[in-house]
């Protein structure tokens, strides 16, 4: 467990491909639209690697040197919290959701399409009907409860609106049960003991409070239980305070409508003006010319190539294995170490918190879109949940086992709602994040899962293994999709790019390779590193999805140009092996973590060169 190296496993065979095509497998069960719906990746051509002739051509240096040209910095640039932004504007508020309903209806009425219109405003009929029904059942189920017509309101927990909600209805339950304790129905108390509370049992956090409840069948008064010695009846505040401890249930109020019903057709465009306007300004390199904005599909990007150090981050006592940010926009990144434990730290170096808990080297780590919670895999065969919260303690809420042996990887799926692991045992494994259920389960390689991706739609799982393959699952079925047995050695990473279109992966014989994912076939390879022996190496997307970024065991990132291949630049600073690089868009930062036990950020400095020429001989 000491070692600094990935264990082995003997059983090394490749799979043959299969020829189960991707648009052939079912949908997600979770809200994703279908994999043929993706849009088509940039047109490369397939490239080989030519030694002799590794580096940049003069035209693809001109062409990233204007691209830099177009942009300014003018200072790093604090965006907006996500969580204060969910203070200010709560997107599930209804009457929010009425003016995003009508803002659309209203600039689809000024393009003409006037049946979209009609079609979406019966639709938005329907759901505030819906809405209406829903806190009109609340508020009679609030009635019930207080008036204690106790048959009703359990006809009521059977609607799906109140049955998934466990907890409440373990409480509610539990007032029932103590209302018979005090009516000293006793018989009928053991029965809803036994057949309702005893299932829901783990609901309660207090182990101590079932007991409890059990025991007071043998005494005299509710009051003589430890747990319950303050609960003052029926005609008391105790159901009064059932209400109030579940106030986000009962406090539904009815959507008022809007006072000005009436919205502009150009509203829409305007809001888009002002988000681009606002994505320029807030980011920390400004366009030197105003720019041509050809899409809203995503954010405004400026272009910078890192070619220096910005920070180094020192603190750990042993090799870093993995780094991440904590959230997209964020200033803050996390760091896991063979010394078993992670860190969070500021741009500025600073470590903010370090999560102690693991028996184990951490091997890798995913942080979920909100920046709330870290999921960490670690050689003690577990993988734990930290909750992030602004100004308290990091803690870690949940602990997922059942793998056997270490977990080389873990990664948020993108409905946030689950996370996919993969290790030593050679299983893929899907777990539930609130509950920490395993899911499903995938078998079919051959060795270790070095790493597991989800794809954007969340209907496919990419893992790549030390028995040289790459597998394509369907999340559903779980079964196998596609094989690819292309790479000469193990698979250490793989990654998907934003739109779900291409894969990267990295492997021991020495190359990085992008795949198109709808065919499944090599389109670039991407070499000039060392990649050999027994760690872990990843690769990733760089600046713009232009370039191609990853570690080396000689001690550098690397940087590629993703449309010929060749190497822009060699960033030197770390003084042992480069696990793997990590590209941060809105901060305009790479981070990279190394053997050397430290992580380092790089950024764009005008001082340095900004291509990497290799020095000639003689």
Avoid at 77 to 102: A, G, H, W
Avoid at 245 to 252: D, L, R, V
Avoid at 293 to 320: C, M, Q, W
């Amino acid at each position: 467990k000491n070692m600094q190296t990935a264990p082995t496993t003997s059983n090394s065979n490749t799979n043959s491909s299969s020829n189960t095509p991707f648009s052939s497998r079912p949908s997600s069960p979770i809200s994703v639209r279908p994999l043929t719906q993706v849009a088509s990746p940039p047109n490369l051509q397939t490239t080989t690697w030519n030694e002799p002739n590794n580096y940049l051509e003069p035209e693809r240096q001109k062409f990233y040197e204007d691209l830099i040209s177009k942009t300014k910095y003018v200072g790093q640039t604090q965006r907006r919290s996500s969580r204060l932004l969910d203070v200010i504007f709560n997107p599930d508020d209804p009457r929010m959701k009425e003016d995003m309903f009508k803002i659309i209806s209203a600039y689809l009425w000024e393009e003409g399409l006037y049946t979209s219109v009609m079609t979406l405003e019966d639709e938005m009929a329907m759901r505030m009907n819906e809405l209406h029904s829903k806190i009109n059942q609340i508020k009679k189920l609030k009635k019930l409860i207080l008036d204690g017509e106790w048959n009703e309101v359990e006809k009521m927990l059977t609607k799906d609106r109140f049955k998934n909600d466990k907890q409440f209805v373990y409480c509610v339950y539990k007032q029932i049960y103590l209302e018979l304790i005090e009516k000293q129905e006793y018989q009928k108390a053991f029965t809803y003991l036994t057949k309702r509370l005893k299932p829901l049992e783990t609901r309660e956090n207090n182990p101590e409070e079932f007991r409890d409840l059990c025991y007071i069948l043998t005494c005299k008064s509710v009051q003589d239980s430890l747990s319950f010695k303050n609960w003052d009846g029926a005609k008391g505040t105790s159901r009064g305070l059932l209400i109030e401890k579940f106030s986000h249930i009962f406090n539904k109020e009815q959507p008022q409508q809007n006072e000005n019903p009436a919205v502009r057709g150009e509203r829409l465009t305007e809001l888009i003006h002002q988000a681009v306007s606002h994505q320029i300004e807030s980011s920390s390199y400004h366009p030197t010319l105003p720019p041509k904005i050809t899409t809203i599909r995503d954010d405004y990007r400026s272009f910078v190539l890192p070619n220096a150090i910005l920070k180094s981050f020192e603190g750990h006592s042993s090799s870093v294995k993995c780094v991440g940010f904590l959230e997209g926009t964020s200033t803050r990144l996390v760091s896991g170490s063979s010394d078993s434990t992670l860190k969070i730290w500021n741009l500025q170096g600073e470590c903010l918190s370090t999560l102690k808990g693991h028996a184990g080297r951490i091997w890798d780590l995913s942080c979920d879109r909100s920046g709330k919670l870290i999921a960490s895999a670690s050689g003690d065969a577990t993988v734990k949940l930290w909750s992030v919260k602004e100004g308290e303690e990091v803690e870690c809420i949940r602990t997922l086992s059942g793998n056997q042996g270490d977990v080389y990887s873990v990664h948020f799926h993108p409905d946030q709602n689950n996370v996919v692991t993969g290790g030593f045992d050679k299983m893929l494994r899907l777990y539930d994040v609130h509950t920490g259920t395993l899911k499903k389960t995938f078998t079919g390689h051959l060795s270790a899962i070095s790493k597991a991706v989800c794809s954007p739609l969340g209907n496919l799982i990419v893992t790549g293994s030390k028995d040289g393959t790459i597998k394509f699952w369907d999340i559903i079925s779980g079964v196998s999709l596609k094989t690819i047995s292309s790479h000469l050695g193990e698979v250490t990473s793989v990654q998907i790019n934003a739109s779900g279109t291409l894969l990267l992966s990295s492997s021991k014989d020495n190359s990085n390779r992008l795949w198109d994912l709808r065919t499944g076939k090599s389109i670039k390879r991407f070499v000039g590193h060392q990649n050999t022996s027994k760690n872990f190496l990843g690769c990733g997307f760089g600046p713009n999805e232009l370039t191609i970024v990853g570690g080396s065991e000689e001690g550098v990132i690397h940087i590629w140009d993703m449309s010929s291949t060749k190497l822009i630049q060699k960033l030197k600073g770390h003084q042992g092996i480069v696990y793997n690089a990590v590209w941060n868009q809105h901060q305009f930062v790479l981070a990279s973590c190394s053997a050397d036990g430290t992580v380092k950020t790089w950024w764009y400095d005008e001082s340095s060169p900004l291509f990497f020429h290799p020095r000639k001989k003689g």
